[in-house]
């Protein structure tokens, strides 16, 4: 499941980061913020329509999140299904 999956309030479990491409530097950025296997992420708000931003927290920091930022992603409703990855 993605991060752009879950619902407005659903906390979930970071699974992984995806690469784009090669030495992605979004995909780093992510990681370097926090987004790493285990970490629980909660969608805190949704633009309507499915438009950009995605506002969620991740430990006790916020971060507004561009769709295509938060469809790189992968989270898991059980937890540490992600620290095993």
């Known amino acids: 499941m993605r991060l752009t999956d879950l619902t407005k309030g659903a906390t979930a479990y970071v699974e ?3 690469d784009a491409s090669a030495r992605d ?3 780093q ?7 790493v296997p285990g970490e629980p992420v909660r969608v805190v708000a949704r633009a309507p329509w499915g438009a950009d931003p995605l506002l969620v927290r991740i430990g ?3 971060f507004a999140l561009r769709r295509a930022e938060a469809q790189r992603v ?3 409703l ?3 299904a992600g620290a095993a990855a």
Do not use: E, K
């Open 74 to 76: 992968s989270v898991s």
């Open 29 to 35: 950025r992510l990681r370097d913020l926090g987004f």
């Open 25 to 27: 530097p979004i995909a």
């Open 16 to 18: 992984r980061v995806d």
């Open 60 to 62: 006790s920091t916020r």
């Open 78 to 80: 059980n937890v540490g």
